[in-house]
């Protein structure tokens, strides 16, 4: 009978040019795993639950326990905050897994908040992916720097009709004190609202707590 010989060198040879399909399989083995939890769990209503989601560099772990944690304190009629990180980064490995979660959260429309930096923030408006925030930095003009602030192009499809409207769909979050400690840079990081949330009224209070650096505002 014919035997395989492994050794050492064969095995990281066979890693070293074949990671990917390990890659794949785990992959498909979260999405799976992901499908069954998501049928088989109580599902949280809408109103009642916030999704964040803080794409970039890394975040540590305590400080995202700790921010949700402190939103789930301020807001007591919310009975689920999801806080997440999706890694997008100059490790190509990394950076592919994390456009894939991020493609795959867009495209399911999970989220109310997303924080992207400057260029991936525009690159997402322009697809019509944020509310206006107009009205709500007029409302809020005393925890936002307007000086930081810029206006982005966002193109809509009513039919057939390309329809391309101007307004804030973001908010820098340069200086926030809330974030020092979190491993997070926020230096180059604007936040939004998505059009798709399903919570927008809480996710509108939550954004201005964010502002506030973590204080509620009356």
Request: hydrophobic share 40%.
């Amino acid at each position: 009978m014919y035997q395989v010989q492994l050794s050492k060198e064969r095995v990281r040879n066979h890693i070293q040019y074949d990671w990917w399909k390990y890659l794949a399989g785990i992959l498909v083995t979260i999405f799976l795993w992901n499908i069954v939890t998501t049928i088989t769990r109580p599902r949280t209503p809408a109103d009642k639950k916030i999704e964040i989601f803080l794409v970039g560099d890394y975040v540590l772990d305590e400080f995202m326990e700790t921010l949700t944690n402190d939103i789930m304190e301020d807001f007591p009629n919310l009975l689920e905050v999801n806080l997440s990180h999706i890694p997008l980064g100059e490790d190509i490995e990394m950076d592919y897994v994390g456009r894939q979660k991020l493609m795959v959260m867009l495209g399911s429309q999970t989220g109310d908040l997303y924080a992207f930096s400057k260029e991936e923030f525009e690159r997402i408006a322009e697809q019509g992916a944020f509310i206006p925030l107009d009205d709500f930095i007029n409302e809020n003009m005393d925890l936002i720097d307007h000086d930081k602030l810029e206006m982005h192009k966002a193109t809509y499809f009513d039919g057939e009709n390309e329809i391309i409207e101007e307004h804030y769909y973001g908010i820098p979050m340069e200086g926030l004190k809330l974030f020092e400690d979190s491993g997070y840079d926020v230096s180059d990081k604007i936040i939004g609202v998505m059009a798709f949330s399903k919570n927008q009224d809480n996710a509108f209070k939550v954004l201005k707590w964010i502002l506030n650096d973590g204080e509620l505002v009356n």
